[in-house]
């Protein structure tokens, strides 16, 4: 895992607000799919970019977009509601790290 990633506070859902700065073209992180194609994970954050000041760290995964509900969505149909969000040159991602995220997932799932 990443320095930032093991040093950054578990176990707290994090909204990060993104907005676009003047000069920058898209958010500032790179994003891959989940497992069987469903959901999203952060897969590199830009240093300096308004994701990183926005507190977005690689390993997160998305759960919500402009407060809707996207964790269970294809990986492709978030990627598309991401590029979208470029245009409007802001978004607000809910977000978990990973951890957090795999034990949330076994606890409702009853195992």
């Known amino acids: 895992m990443p320095d930032d990633y093991l040093k950054f ?3 707290i859902p994090r909204v990060c607000q993104i907005r ?6 898209n ?3 790179v994003a891959t799919s989940g497992i069987d194609n469903i959901g999203i994970y952060i897969q590199e954050v830009i240093p300096n970019s308004s994701a990183y000041w926005a507190g977005l760290r690689k390993s997160d995964r998305i759960i919500e977009i402009n407060d809707k509900y996207v964790d269970k969505d294809t990986s492709k149909d978030i990627l598309e509601k991401l590029d979208k969000a470029v245009i409007k040159r802001t978004i607000k991602l809910l977000v978990v790290d990973t951890e957090t995220y795999a034990a949330c997932v076994l606890k409702n799932s009853g195992k």
């Not at 676009?20 to 073209?25: A, F, G």
């Open 20 to 25: 676009l700065q003047s000069d920058e073209i």
């Open 27 to 29: 958010f500032g992180f």
């Open 9 to 11: 506070p578990k176990l």
